[in-house]
């Protein structure tokens, strides 16, 4: 049996404006052309779809298991020509990520690189907020997914792992803190710190740790980022709270000491997390399996 896409749209079309002669100038195509279509149609079918009244067109039981088929074949046929679309670079995709200071500054980069290779239809919009920030903005549908702090406690999200972070200290070679394997916080906060811009939330967060302490963090310098604080802090600034991964990278490559941190707020987990997963667009969740798969070894 042959049929086209017209032929189902225009089925779909009579049956929503309960009149053919509407239908039609929805199209629009003429109105004979139309009744000639759904008389073939039927014909074909050996089925009628409509009653004619004097009111319009009604429905008939088969018409309405004919209309439902329809309305999925369509609803195919325009996810076809999307992924056309896609393949071909014509339609662009707009993913919204929000993730913490560690997350964007040290994870992320690396990890979505190829992703954003494989996928060169896909615009990423990344922006950075605190843990609880993240949660919010994935709830209230701010943005497609988000990485935070996994040990908030959470109820109204889906959340998948993503990586394991450990924030530690960065001393000059010669600092007292320099021959210490470990410390606590509080063992630090008479030195001076070279630290992010206080709007950072990373920053926010270790001023708050600091705080709990009752002491406030002695600041001689704000620099923009890891990479800054680190060279400030080889040329005895003062010193500095990074991520491990990236402390890592600059112990190899400036007279810095890492110190790790004691205190049990400084190893943490930071998870992937997103609204709902029936919700999210097929590029969404390309991403979000992506993430959750790359976990190192």
Known sequence: MHFDLVDLR?????????SLSKAASSFPIALSAASNRLRHFEH???????????????ITPAGRLVLDRARHVLAEAEKLKE????????????????GTTVANSTF?????????ADYPEIDLQLVERNSVDVLHAVQAGEVDIGVFDGNLATSDVISLPFRHDRLVLLVPLEHALAQSRSAHLK?????????????????????????QNARSLKIR??????????QL??????????????????????????????????????????????????HA?????YLSQEMPE
């Open 10 to 18: 225009l089925l779909v079309a009579i049956a929503e404006a309960g």
């Open 108 to 116: 992320l980069p690396a990890a979505l690189g190829p992703f954003l």
């Open 285 to 289: 969740r390309r991403l979000v399996n």
């Open 221 to 230: 310098v704000r620099a923009p980022s890891f990479d800054a604080i680190a």
């Open 83 to 98: 992924t056309l679309r896609d393949l071909s670079g014509q339609r662009r995709i707009t993913l919204r990520l929000a």
């Open 187 to 211: 063992d630090a906060l008479g030195f001076a710190f070279v630290c992010l811009p206080p709007e950072r939330a990373m920053q926010r967060f270790i001023e708050q740790m600091a705080a």
């Open 233 to 282: 802090i080889a040329q005895n600034a003062g010193i500095g709270m990074l991520p491990e991964a990236a402390a890592l990278r600059h112990v190899r490559e400036l007279p810095v000491r890492m110190v790790a941190l004691d205190d049990a707020w400084a190893t943490r987990e930071l998870r992937l997390c997103v609204q709902a997963w029936d919700t999210l667009s097929t």
């Open 44 to 58: 074909r079918c050996g089925v009628t779809l409509f009653t004619r009244t004097a009111d319009g067109m009604g």
